[in-house]
T-cell receptor, first 115, second 118 residues
Framework: DAGITQSPRYKITETGRQVTLMCHQT?????MFWYRQDLGHGLRLIYY???????DKGEVPDGYVVSRSKTENFPLTLESATRSQTSVYFC??????????????FGPGTRLTVT | AQKITQTQPGMFVQEKEAVTLDCTYD???????LFWYKQPSSGEMIFLIY??????QNATEGRYSLNFQKARKSANLVISASQLGDSAMYFC???????????????FGTGTRLTVIP
């Protein structure tokens, strides 16, 4: 399927477990992003990547790890899940575009619950 | 300091009327971009409209227009002729370039929930 996809769409895990959220885009966009959405906070940037093998921290990176060995994939790993990481996670990708807007295209989101 | 401020947690509008959703931003970067996204109850993020900091004219996309007042650092979204399907959460976001990597990150406001009344 063309576009940006996330898997799983829903996940329930226990405190202390490792969990990986997957993100895949078919546009070969250079830039990819992970956000979390919590009530009252809007979307906050966790990590971003400017290209394969180039990643950097965003606003709320603690407890998360990312990698980007291929342009199209950008997995997000919670090394030891905590209840405070219960959230909706969005992946996004972008490229410069003709208008230089760097519009970000969002995946459908993953709802993660940590019990 | 908050980069994006949306001061209206909730707004109501009568169907077919116009509504303005407020957004103010804070940046010292001369080159930036402003976006509005819509998030319906189904959860997806839908791009609505974009305004570049150097754009002379206010952006318009169908029933959406962006009232860009650079000196006031405001980027309000105007929705004309509201429809029931416009009921959703609306997020204002600002793009800034990250010098280290050249990535263009988005900073989001906390959103405004718009309810259209029949």
């Amino acid at each position: 399927d063309a576009g940006i996809t996330q898997s799983p769409r829903y996940k329930i895990t226990e405190t202390g477990r490792q969990v990986t959220l997957m993100c895949h885009q078919t546009w070969s966009h250079s830039y990819m992003f992970w956000y979390r959405q919590d009530l009252g906070h809007g979307l906050r940037l966790i990590y971003y990547s400017a290209a394969a093998d180039i990643t950097d921290k965003g606003e709320v990176p603690d407890g998360y790890v990312v990698s980007r060995s291929k342009t199209e994939n950008f997995p997000l790993t919670l090394e030891s899940a905590t209840r405070s990481q219960t959230s909706v996670y969005f992946c996004a990708s972008s490229t410069r575009g003709q208008d230089y807007s760097y519009e970000q295209y969002f995946g459908p989101g993953t709802r993660l619950t940590v019990t | 300091a908050q980069k994006i401020t949306q001061t209206q947690p909730g707004m109501f509008v009568q169907e077919k009327e116009a509504v303005t959703l407020d957004c103010t931003y804070d940046t010292s970067d001369p080159s930036y971009g402003l976006f509005w996204y819509k998030q319906p109850s189904s959860g997806e993020m839908i791009f609505l409209i974009y305004q570049g900091s150097y754009d002379q004219q206010n952006a318009t996309e169908g029933r959406y227009s962006l009232n860009f007042q650079k000196a006031r650092k405001s980027a309000n979204l105007v929705i004309s002729a509201s429809q029931l399907g416009d009921s959703a959460m609306y997020f204002c976001a600002m793009r800034e370039e990250t010098i280290q990597t050249g990535a263009n990150n988005l900073f989001f406001g906390t959103g405004t929930r718009l309810t259209v009344i029949p």
